[in-house]
């Protein structure tokens, strides 16, 4: 059991990755992305996720600065967006990222999408040129740890196919009612973690009634029965938040936990807060 912010997983190459990260999607860029960004450093995370179609990966690089931490006290994500597929895209999108992001390196380093629109026609052969470059990057140091998002089992087995390196991250979205079991199951028979995003369910999880009636409970909030659910699934959640009182809240989730039937209960909320897209036809 997860006992504060601090504890980590161990990635498949012996990095740790703190338990529970600051997610930054739909974070708008400028001063509200720079105070949330420190707000969650002074609240105690150390685990930032952005990405390059975020459009707020230079909200990290103030939002550090402001808050005095070393960098090197802190894990940085980020993600090769969909129109960067290729060895020489990666390696171009990848030094403007350590640019937006003011460091040398990054700690993980993910392909956000397994399918995207512009390159459809030949995915598995844009995914492992995309690869080989990440593995270049990850051998030379500049990034800690390479991963996948949003892969399903085939396009995994494609990557597979021609990678050196084992992906040792798969990021997808898992929440209540939204457990993607098949993927889940195959990625930690692959030595994968899995990282959770939109554990809060976009928002949507507020009005659910039986997660009210578990918020009263255990006398917490929604959010956090969220979370901590999250890492009793052995997720890792990418909260996100704003509010400097909530960014707070979130990380309050280590001295408790949810019955085994309620861990269930939650699991079984299918559809609650909507399921995922395909990935291999989303529109982007």
């Not at 975020?54 to 990290?60: P, T």
């Not at 129109?83 to 171009?92: A, F, G, P, Q």
């Not at 209540?176 to 990282?195: F, N």
């Not at 039937?261 to 699991?267: G, M, N, P, R, Y």
Request: with cysteine.
């Amino acid at each position: 059991m997860m006992t504060n912010q601090n504890d980590t997983y161990k990635l498949s190459n012996g990095v740790e990755i703190p338990c529970i990260g600051f997610g930054m999607w739909q974070t708008p860029d400028g001063d509200v992305g720079v105070k949330a960004v420190k707000s969650a450093i002074e609240a105690g995370y150390t685990h930032i996720d952005t990405a390059q179609a975020y459009r707020n990966e230079d909200c990290v690089k103030y939002g550090i600065k402001e808050s005095g931490v070393d960098r090197k006290k802190l894990f940085i994500t980020t993600k090769l967006w969909n129109n960067s597929h290729s060895y020489d895209l990666v390696m171009s999108s990848f030094e403007e990222s350590l640019r937006q992001l003011g460091t040398d390196y990054v700690d993980l380093f993910l392909i956000h999408w397994p399918n995207p629109a512009p390159f459809r026609d030949h995915w598995e052969k844009a995914n492992a040129e995309s690869w080989k470059a990440m593995e270049e990057l990850y051998e030379a140091g500049k990034i800690r740890a390479i991963g996948i998002s949003n892969f399903r089992k085939h396009h995994i087995e494609a990557l597979l196919k021609t990678a050196k390196v084992k992906p040792m991250v798969n990021q997808i979205r898992l929440c209540p009612g939204e457990t993607q079991d098949e993927t889940v199951e195959y990625c930690r028979s692959q030595g994968m973690i899995l990282e959770a995003y939109s554990p809060l369910g976009t928002g949507k999880i507020f009005d659910v009634p039986e997660m009210k009636k578990l918020a009263d409970k255990y006398g917490r909030s929604i959010a956090q029965i969220c979370i901590r659910w999250s890492l009793q699934r052995g997720y890792l959640p990418l909260p996100k938040s704003v509010t400097p009182s909530r960014i707070e809240e979130n990380l309050k989730v280590f001295d408790f936990e949810l019955e085994e039937a309620d861990v269930q209960l939650i699991a079984g909320l299918t559809g609650c807060v909507g399921l995922s897209g395909n990935p291999d036809t989303m529109p982007f």
